[in-house]
């Protein structure tokens, strides 16, 4: 019988894949357990950076499939990750790992938290068990710089060598047996010989593409458990690998595209395996249009609630604001650092239908008063703003560093010390390099408002390698606004410099948490202990304090500001919430 079906599938394989005909196994080894292993490291991950990999192998052409997941992750996340790949074809339960779930763009500060003998051997003992035949991991550059994926790849690698030594290990080799590993393709690894098209119609999903499953499946996922982030992202979701091992005595591969080419089916599952069924065309269109659907309209007031819904719930730390052309929700988010220090950031979600629902806040211009700053309370509620952030200081601090700076049209600073960034009419973010663009350009765009501090994060979807460069590298209390689509804005403010409630971020932490909220464009403004956000008068966010301030706020000279409500307090109302720690 198990002659018949190695005929049979030698049969399948002549018909349906290229160049089998003539394909030799170039070594001897054992029946695989499955076909393909992927190791990523989190949920989520084999859509967007692994992407094509499931809907051809698995689905489109049957292999068996093993996906091993790194980070640990709760009863839901584990549910919905497996309900996912049932849908995609992949019959073996994923298998999950117990390293927590943390961020750094540096390799030797991830090891501190992933311990790499404990990695490998977690690795080792997985291939072990599930003796894979190919093995496909992450870019070993992290794809945008995480160096949990960095490490990931890097252990998968030597995970593969490792799990064939006898001597490694001696318990895992004694349970399941040493495994020969033929084949490790990394993401975006050297020549990137294998290509995936992932906008091919595939039979398996009724002609839709490779990347609408993807896309609607990753949509399946809790909001809590995804990020904002592109499936089909041009710059970090290409489906493109490199050949990074082959099993001694194998040859190297003479034909791409094909992860299994040249290996004898008779040792594989697959291609043919019966599978669950996959992620209908009906249910690809389904997923799609409640994804554009709940895009916007469910952001905003419904034609049941008052003019104005305004929500503070200053217990959970939640605060919402809703109109029928403004939406502004705010979370204040409590998570450690890989160094597992506290930090705290306060994250508002906008989104605007119309150019006015932003404002730009200055400081007082009675001639009578000499103040050239005012505390971020009382401007806001100047301006009865909905929601306000720290600006770019204006003209105030080190004009000739910065670059073309202006408010309602009125120029503050024309100069070419740094990036700009513009808001524009088609409420899009814009950014721009030294020289790259004028005040009279901009004017003649309609362009009014212009900010100058940066570093840029994100420009057109691709990060900033060069942020971390700056001199305001060093973790600290930030303040950034970042674009996910036109209309769709992310600020963020993060705390710092207070051991026991949030130690602050890195500049390029502040602009992988952009990237992580989707954002294409993303910009940092000033920071330090000027940092704020207020949301209907009161402040969000908590500071050090400024020992001349009673409320201990830093007075600004602007702001950026977003909704006009007459339910703001007035600059006369007590301050209920200022920024002190204490608070």
């Known amino acids: 019988m198990k002659k018949l079906a190695a005929l049979l599938l030698a049969f399948f394989l002549l018909l349906t894949v290229p160049g089998a005909a003539s394909a030799k196994s170039s070594v001897s080894y054992e029946q695989a357990g499955v076909d393909l292993m ?19 192998y698995a689905t489109e052409l049957g292999y068996s499939v093993v996906v091993v997941y790194m980070t640990s992750a709760d009863e839901t996340q584990r549910e919905e990750a497996t309900a996912a790949l049932r849908k995609m074809g992949v019959y073996e339960a994923p298998v999950f790992g117990t390293f927590p779930d943390k961020y750094s763009e540096r390799l030797d500060i991830m090891e501190e938290c992933w311990n790499p003998e404990d990695v490998l051997l977690f690795l080792v003992q997985t291939i072990r068990q599930y003796q894979p035949a190919v093995i496909v991991s992450h870019d070993l550059d992290g794809e945008y710089g995480h160096a949990a994926h960095m490490l990931t790849a890097k252990q998968t690698l030597l995970a593969a060598k490792k799990a064939a030594a006898s001597r490694f290990d001696t318990e895992s080799a004694e349970k399941y047996g040493v495994w020969q590993a033929l084949r490790v393709f990394l993401h975006l690894c050297g020549d990137r010989d294998f290509t995936i098209d992932r906008n091919a119609a595939l039979s398996s999903f009724s002609g839709k593409t490779a990347l609408e499953a993807e896309t609607a499946l990753y949509r399946s ?48 599952n697959g291609p043919g395996l019966p599978c669950f069924s996959s992620l209908s065309a009906a249910a690809i269109d389904s997923a799609a249009a409640e994804t554009q659907s709940n895009s916007w309209d469910e952001y905003f007031r419904s034609k049941t609630d008052p003019a104005e819904v305004v929500i503070e719930d200053w217990e959970n730390e939640h605060w919402e604001y809703r109109t029928d052309d403004l939406s502004i929700i705010v979370d204040r988010i409590h998570t450690t650092n890989i160094g597992d220090q506290p930090v705290c950031y306060s994250v508002a979600q906008i989104r605007m239908r119309n150019e006015d629902a932003f404002r730009p806040g200055v400081r007082g211009t009675d001639p009578n008063v000499k103040l050239r700053v005012e505390a971020p309370t009382y401007m806001a509620r ?50 721009f390099s030294p020289g790259e663009t004028t005040y009279e350009k901009l ?13 840029t994060l994100i420009r ?45 971020v890195s500049v390029n932490t502040l602009m992988h948490m952009f990237y992580l909220y989707g954002c294409q464009q993303a910009y940092n403004l000033d920071g330090g202990n000027s940092t704020a956000m207020v949301f209907m008068g009161e402040h969000l966010n908590r500071h050090a304090g400024e020992p001349a301030s009673r409320t201990g706020q830093r007075f600004l000279p602007d702001m950026l500001m977003w909704g006009y409500s007459e339910q703001v307090p007035s600059v006369d109302d007590p301050v209920y919430h200022d920024s002190s720690p204490e608070d």
């Open 38 to 56: 992927l190791v990523v490291t989190h949920p989520g991950d084999e859509y967007l950076y692994l992407g094509g990999v499931l809907p051809y």
């Open 443 to 455: 004017l003649s765009d309609g362009v009014l408002n212009t900010f100058s501090f940066g570093p």
């Open 382 to 431: 100047r301006y009865n703003a909905v929601l306000a952030i720290t600006g770019d200081n204006l003209d105030v601090a080190e004009p000739e560093i910065k670059g073309i700076i202006m408010r309602d049209g009125v120029l503050y600073n024309n100069l070419t010390g740094a990036d700009t960034a513009a808001l524009y009419p088609d409420l899009s973010l814009r950014i």
């Open 460 to 504: 057109d979807g691709v990060l900033n390698i060069n942020a971390k460069r700056t001199m305001l590298g060093a973790v600290n209390p930030r303040t950034g606004i970042g674009m996910v689509e036109p209309g769709h804005f992310v600020v963020i403010t993060v705390d710092g410099r207070m051991s026991n409630y949030s130690r602050g």
């Open 221 to 268: 996922f809790s909001e809590k458990y995804r990020y904002n982030l592109n499936v089909g992202d041009p710059t970090y979701s290409v489906a493109e690998y490199g050949l990074a091992y082959c099993a001694p005595g194998l040859e190297t591969l003479q034909q791409s595209n094909d992860f299994f080419y040249g290996l004898s089916p008779s040792r594989l």
